[in-house]
Each structure stands twice: as structure tokens, then as C-alpha cells.
């Protein structure tokens, strides 16, 4: 395990080290906040949008079916290759769930994860967007270019721009 690069979170005040795992991984700690992009409730979140950066099918991923998780820009360019689709887990409370990388997020925030990711992990996660976990203690783990396999549908890898 070696240190790839520290990002701090502007929005939370508080800094992660991203870890290159050497099996091909990559993971670091944070909060999660809830993502409800792509979903049919998008709208009821203030910040929410109706895309995602990752698609499937030729349409946005539905952050309220699909387990899956964003992550910040200097993250992704720091790993090199293709992260959008690639396998990704989260653990909290050592509960693991399997997801998918689905979407690129601000760079003020160093953890978000969809409303059907929280769901899963037992957390909070509300329509609106509100939600998640608070505290740096969701541990994300992704796998570039790797496809991520999630409730039997094979993801694939698409480059972030």
C-alpha cells in the first residue's frame, strides 16, 4: 500500500489519503453525502440533476435503483485509468456494498453515493437529497478499469472528459 495523493474536502474541512492498494484498487476514507442524479426524483433535490456523467443504454444511471458512488475530479485524474463504470465498493459500520462509479462530483466534496447506496449501507438517504453520513467513515474502494457488476448488469467503462 502506497500513498497516491491528499485531497481535502472543502465543503467538510477535512483531508483523505487516497491509497494505491498495488492488487489494482485504489481507497480512502470520507463522508458520504447522497447523490439522487439520474433518479425519478431528481428534482426534488435542490442541487439534483437529471443526468450522470456515467450512461447506460444511451441513458443516465438511476441513483435510486443503483448502488454506485461519485467521486472528485483530482481523484480520477490521479488514478490514470478509466474509472467511470469500473467496480466500486463502500463500507460503513462494516457493512460492504457492492457498486458501480457512476458519476463525477464536485470538487468541493470528497464523498457522495447514490440514494440506493445508502440505502443499502443502512444509512439515511431521503428523495430531497438530504441525507447520508456526516462523518469521514465510509471507506470507498474502486477498481479502474475493471466493469462494475451490480444486481447482475455489467457496466461499461467510458473516459471522463
Known amino acids: 500500500m502506497k500513498e497516491l495523493i491528499t485531497i481535502k474536502s472543502k465543503g467538510e474541512g477535512y483531508t483523505a489519503t487516497v491509497w494505491d492498494l498495488e492488487d489494482g484498487s485504489y481507497e480512502y476514507t470520507g ?61 460503513w459500520r462494516g457493512n460492504t456494498v457492492e457498486g458501480v462509479v457512476f458519476d463525477v462530483g464536485p470538487r468541493t466534496k470528497l464523498g457522495e453515493g447514490s440514494y440506493a447506496m445508502l440505502k443499502k449501507l443502512g444509512a439515511p438517504a431521503y428523495e430531497n437529497g438530504n441525507g447520508g453520513i456526516d462523518e469521514a467513515e465510509v471507506v470507498y474502494r474502486f477498481w479502474p478499469g475493471v466493469p462494475a457488476v451490480v444486481d447482475g448488469v455489467t457496466y461499461v467503462l467510458q473516459s471522463y472528459k
Open 31 to 91: 463522508d458520504m453525502d447522497n447523490d439522487v442524479d439520474g433518479s425519478e426524483f431528481w428534482h426534488k433535490d435542490p442541487y439534483g440533476q437529471a443526468d450522470t456523467t456515467l450512461q447506460f443504454n444511451g441513458r443516465p444511471i438511476d441513483a435510486g435503483r443503483v448502488a454506485g458512488i461519485v467521486l472528485p475530479p483530482p481523484v480520477i485524474k490521479a488514478v490514470g485509468p478509466i474509472v467511470l463504470g469500473c467496480r466500486a465498493t463502500a463500507t
